[in-house]
C-alpha cells in the first residue's frame, strides 16, 4: 500500500463548479499534512497546510479526518486558473526532519 | 531574492557519465532536499539535509550522492548515469518546527540518460 494515495483523475469540470479531491495516508502516526499545487513542468508549490480542526483559505477548503486517515481538498467556484495538478502531502517521520511524502497528485482542468 | 536556484535547467547525459546538479538557495534554511518526479508519479526524496555537514538518505538514494558544506548549497552528484534516472529533479529548502512548516522548490532540472 502506498504511504499516500490519491485519485489521479483527471478532473473536468466547467468554471464555478464545486470539486473535490480526497487522499489517504497509511500512517496513523503523521502528524503534518498539506496540500501543495503543480503546474505543468513547474515545481511544487505550497497551497495550504491542513490543521485538525479545518481550514479555508479563499474558496479552498481542506478538512483533516485522523480515525479514517484522510485528507480533504474543496475547492469552489472554480476558476480557469485553478487547472493543475494538486498534490497531497504527509509529514514522514519525525518533525525534526521536515521529509515530506507526496501522493501522486490529482489533476484538475477546469473548461470554459 | 532568488530563493531556491538550481542549475543546469536541462541536461542530457550518455549512459556511464557523471554530472553535478547545483541548488543554492539565499534564504538561510537548514534543510534542504532532493527530490525526483518521473512522469505522472508524485514526487521521490533522494536525500536530505537538515544542516551544513549533515546529510541522510531519502526514499530513493541508489545512483547518487550528496554534500552540505555550507548552508547555502546542496548539490546532487549522479555517478554512472542510467536511464533508469531520466527525471525531473527538484531541489527544496525548508523550515520546520516552531510553528512553521513550510519547503520552497527550485524550478527543477530536466535530465535525459540516453
Known amino acids: 500500500r502506498k504511504e499516500v494515495e490519491q485519485d489521479p483523475g483527471p478532473f473536468n469540470v466547467p468554471e464555478g463548479a464545486t470539486v473535490a479531491f480526497n487522499c489517504t495516508y497509511s500512517n496513523s502516526a503523521s502528524q503534518s499534512f498539506f496540500w501543495y499545487r503543480q503546474d505543468c513542468r513547474k515545481e511544487p508549490k505550497l497551497l495550504m497546510s491542513?490543521?485538525?480542526s479545518g481550514n479555508e483559505d479563499g474558496r479552498f477548503t481542506a478538512q483533516l479526518n485522523r480515525a479514517s486517515q484522510y485528507i480533504s481538498l474543496l475547492i469552489r467556484d472554480s476558476k480557469l486558473s485553478d487547472s493543475a495538478t494538486y498534490l497531497c502531502v504527509v509529514l514522514g517521520g519525525s518533525s525534526n526532519t521536515g521529509k515530506l511524502i507526496f501522493g501522486q497528485g490529482t489533476t484538475l482542468q477546469v473548461k470554459p | 531574492n532568488a530563493g531556491v536556484t538550481q542549475t543546469p535547467k536541462f541536461r542530457i547525459l550518455k549512459i556511464g557519465q557523471s554530472m553535478t546538479l547545483q541548488c543554492t538557495q539565499d534564504m538561510n534554511h537548514n534543510y534542504m532536499y532532493w527530490y525526483r518526479q518521473d512522469p505522472g508519479m508524485g514526487l521521490k526524496l533522494i536525500y536530505y539535509s537538515v544542516g551544513a555537514g549533515i546529510t541522510d538518505k531519502g526514499e530513493v538514494p541508489n545512483g547518487y550522492n550528496v554534500s552540505r558544506s555550507t548552508t547555502e548549497d546542496f548539490p546532487l552528484r549522479l555517478e554512472l548515469a542510467a536511464p533508469s534516472q531520466t527525471s525531473v529533479y527538484f531541489c527544496?529548502?525548508?523550515?520546520w518546527g516552531a510553528g512553521q512548516e513550510t519547503q520552497y522548490f527550485g524550478p527543477g532540472t530536466r535530465l535525459l540518460v540516453l
Open positions: 527544496a529548502s525548508g523550515i
Open positions: 491542513v490543521y485538525s
